[in-house]
């Protein structure tokens, strides 16, 4: 199932991915995740018929599919925001939803910042929730903005970001809830395509091979998926189920560049597209 | 805009206005249409004039009635924020009273007035109860329609951080509120002065709206007049306050944080 062997079960690996300047919060150990037959309905709309999944620790899925296929859904079904008609869901080895949901940080398609809270206060508002001072969890936050390449702007408010920034933000936000499972859901869909690609970039760097997060992200972009990925699902347009699952060889590099012209990419991307074509029949 | 290009235009039109009306009283040509007593309209000049002169009088009626005004109003902010609050976390209560609340506003200020003066005398408990009654309802009305049109997503996106309702009260919905709350305290704040002047004729001893009763049986028009002005300038004062606590508190975009 996995397409590489992650070195993070070794304590000795951990111990040194630590001391790489990669902060505590954001080395949460990654949870297992595990879907089993979930099927879910809006009233008489059947948006997910029958979907299979089991995400090792630390694995990144790419889930792609097209439009209103059930992407959010599956998310949500993840994460206990929503109880799945039939089937089960357990993350970390917890089925129930309230354990499932303190186990996920969830990163919506729409950075959602509150325009009344500078970029630190946003991104401690995790922190801040669960009841660490403000002058703590703002520092605990800033230490971040650097690496981020957000630094300087932490007493800005919203407004004043670029999209990339404000994308960005919400990402520490995410992190910050130090959870061991991502969901992210087209977190760069609202970027035009030069920015996105450099948040891609940016996020396969944030991401590992250091990272210890299991991800979830779901896109509608094949590249994207392709690219931040270790294992890529496509699914079926509306009721959706999985038509194909691609495994990408090699680790995950920032170097986007090189990884997307590759032979072996172009590949996978004709694979992928021409799945997704015929899910979407 | 520089601000005396701004003000020049509605500060033009008042001043033709006062003119117009200073002239034809002047010369009469009011009371002559209308067919009554000369001296029973004032010019503007009238009118200024017994604001100087009946200064001290005026000045304690006004404080009188702001007095009443402030205290009806603050009441009605206190309970319309709480009762939005508690309308907005039980769908069961909303239901329950939120005809009443409606209902409640039917009810002219001036038919209730009489009856609050009945049961709370001549002090100034009745004025403060009428003034808050007429606040409370855009105060209410416009907080509950704030909290209740938070973005969903955000409300989600609480959740998965951790918040609980308290939590998701006080961080999210109130914030997002806030310019709703504050377009019906601009409302509240400019009828308060109307019910403070009902509670006045229904009974009292000093205040702005008792002085104008008082004025207008003696026919000492160009005080009416000048207790009007007082009462008006009133209203614009606190209702510019209101504006400038706003913009000093609201810095973002409500539309932010609302429905899309």
Redesign the interface.
């Known amino acids: 199932m996995l397409t590489r062997l992650r070195e993070s079960t070794s304590d000795a690996a951990v111990e040194d991915r630590t001391s790489e300047a990669t902060p505590k919060t954001l080395d949460a150990i990654g949870a297992p995740v595990s879907v089993s037959g979930v099927a879910h309905s809006f009233g008489e709309l059947r948006a997910i018929e029958r979907i299979d999944l089991e995400v090792a620790p630390g694995e990144v899925i790419g889930i792609v599919g097209p439009s209103g296929c059930g992407k959010t859904t599956l998310l949500e079904l993840v994460?206990g925001?929503r109880p799945p008609d039939a089937g089960g869901v357990s993350v970390g080895g917890h089925a129930e939803a309230a354990e499932r949901?303190?186990r996920?940080?969830?990163m919506?398609q729409?950075d959602?910042l509150?325009?009344?809270l500078s970029a630190v206060d946003n991104a401690a508002?995790?922190l801040?929730?669960?009841g660490v001072p403000r002058a703590t969890a703002r520092a605990r936050a800033g230490e971040h903005f650097e690496r981020l390449g957000l630094a300087g702007f932490e007493g800005s408010?919203?407004?004043e970001l670029s999209g990339g920034m404000r994308q960005r933000v919400a990402f520490l936000?995410t992190l910050m809830?130090g959870r061991p499972v991502l969901l992210l859901d087209e977190p760069f869909a609202s970027l035009d395509a030069i920015t996105r690609a450099e948040m891609q970039a940016w996020l396969a760097a944030a991401l590992g091979p250091a990272s210890r997060h299991t991800v979830l992200l779901v896109t509608h972009d094949v590249e994207e998926a392709l690219y931040l990925s270790d294992r890529v699902l496509v699914l079926s347009s509306r009721p959706a189920c999985v038509c194909d699952r691609i495994e990408i060889e090699g680790p995950r590099t920032p170097d986007r560049a090189a990884a997307v012209t590759s032979r072996q990419f172009a590949e996978l991307k004709q694979r992928a597209l021409r799945s997704l074509a015929e899910g979407a029949r | 805009m520089s601000a005396a290009r701004r003000y020049a235009a509605p500060l033009a039109v008042i001043l033709v206005l006062l003119g117009a009306w200073e002239l034809a009283a002047r010369w009469d040509l009011i009371s002559n249409a209308l067919n009554i007593e000369d001296f029973l309209v004032p010019a503007p000049s009238d009118i200024a004039q017994s604001l100087w002169r009946d200064r001290s009088l005026l000045a304690d009626d006004s404080w009188v009635t702001l007095r009443e005004v402030l205290l009806g109003f603050l009441c009605a902010l206190v309970a319309g924020l709480a009762f939005a609050v508690i309308l907005h976390l039980s769908d069961t209560l909303r239901r329950a009273f939120y005809p009443l609340l409606v209902a409640s506003q039917t009810i002219p200020p001036v038919a209730i007035a009489p009856i609050l003066v009945v049961w709370f005398g001549f002090g100034i408990g009745p004025k403060v109860l009428l003034i808050a009654l007429i606040c409370f309802f855009p105060v209410t009305v416009n907080t509950l329609d704030g909290l209740r049109s938070v973005d969903p997503q955000l409300i989600t996106m609480m959740r998965t951080l951790g918040a609980g309702r308290a939590q998701i009260l006080g961080r999210v919905e109130l914030p997002s509120a806030l310019p709703f709350f504050f377009s019906g305290t601009k409302i509240a704040i400019a009828v308060a002065v109307i019910g403070a002047v009902f509670a006045e004729w229904a009974g009292a001893g000093s205040g702005l709206g008792h002085q104008i009763l008082i004025a207008s049986s003696s026919l000492l028009t160009a005080r009416m007049f000048a207790a009007i002005t007082l009462l008006s300038v009133m209203a614009i004062v606190l209702f510019a306050l209101v504006s400038l606590i706003e913009r000093r508190v609201v810095t973002w975009d409500r539309r932010d944080v609302t429905r899309a």
Do not use: I, S, T
Request: hydrophobic share 50%; aromatic share 8%; glycine share 0%.
């Open positions: 994460a925001l949901l303190e996920c940080a969830y919506p729409r959602l509150l325009p009344w508002l995790a801040r929730v669960a408010r919203p407004n936000r809830a």
